[in-house]
């Protein structure tokens, strides 16, 4: 039976500048409903603004970004011609999505309770006891919550990112996505993080995946696309595409990270 909206993520055409650079160049990309996406490429080529144009915190120049069917970020008028929407319309049509950053973004003054309990009562509108509830509940989820009444500034990098995770996932999003979520942490805290992606994985939840870390990525991947220059420059299932680039940007990006990293 065809799932309600197929894919569940469309983006066609997707143009974004920067002044006079154009640094996505008509990406045409579609996700499936429970696929998990990553992104790579090089420093430059357009991964992360590829992630903020999805959830119109960059806004597009040209083309378009379905979710779940409906255009995000603009609407037409009576004539058909594309105007932007208002931005409570557009939070409204994104309200199923939920992103993790480089960065935690936490509120230092605030616990990790109450780090993911502020976006439960003043956006999705809950009582404080229904909040608290459902904070624990997915702090318990990423097994932080222990820490619960800590502060921020109390936390490990891997820690606050993985309370950052629960902040998102409280939510309840249909899809997840992860810019970089493991590039300002210490090499011995990233397993950590990972460790609570690939359990959302395994349940089903649509991610896209901004990353470095390449052999999570072969491990949970459905599908890895690796961007050069703005452009989709390669695609496909992560073993063949690792073990077999087509192009020689990938050929060189795989053995340039072979390099760094001691081989695969």
């Not at 795989?254 to 390099?259: D, F, G, K, M, P």
């Amino acid at each position: 039976m065809k799932k309600p909206y197929s894919p569940i993520i469309k983006l066609s055409n997707l143009c974004k500048r920067f002044g006079d650079n154009l640094v996505l160049k008509g990406i045409n990309l579609n996700v499936e409903e429970g696929e998990v996406l990553s992104i790579i490429g090089g420093s430059g080529s357009g991964k992360s603004t590829l992630l903020r144009c999805i959830n119109f915190l960059e806004v597009y120049d040209e083309g378009e970004v379905l979710i779940e069917g409906q255009l995000i970020g603009y609407g037409s008028d009576n004539i058909g011609n594309y105007q932007r929407q208002s931005r409570r319309l557009t939070q409204k049509n994104l309200r199923n999505v939920g992103m993790v950053f480089q960065q935690f973004n936490l509120w230092p003054h605030k616990t990790v309770l109450d780090n993911v309990m502020v976006p439960l009562t003043l956006v999705a509108g809950l009582a404080k006891s229904e909040a608290k509830e459902k904070a624990l509940q997915v702090l318990q989820k990423v097994g932080m919550s222990h820490k619960a009444d800590a502060y921020p500034g109390a936390l490990s990098g891997g820690q606050q990112q993985r309370v950052a995770i629960a902040r998102a996932l409280g939510m309840e999003p249909k899809i997840m996505l992860f810019d970089e979520p493991t590039s300002a942490l210490d090499p011995e805290l990233v397993g950590e993080v990972l460790k609570v992606m690939r359990q959302l994985a395994e349940e089903g939840m649509t991610m896209l995946i901004v990353t470095h870390e390449m052999g999570f990525a072969a491990q949970v991947s459905d599908r890895i696309i690796f961007l050069a220059d703005g452009n989709i420059e390669e695609q496909g299932e992560p073993k063949s595409l690792m073990s077999n680039p087509q192009s020689e940007r990938l050929k060189s990006f795989l053995a340039t990270w072979s390099e760094r990293n001691g081989g695969w």
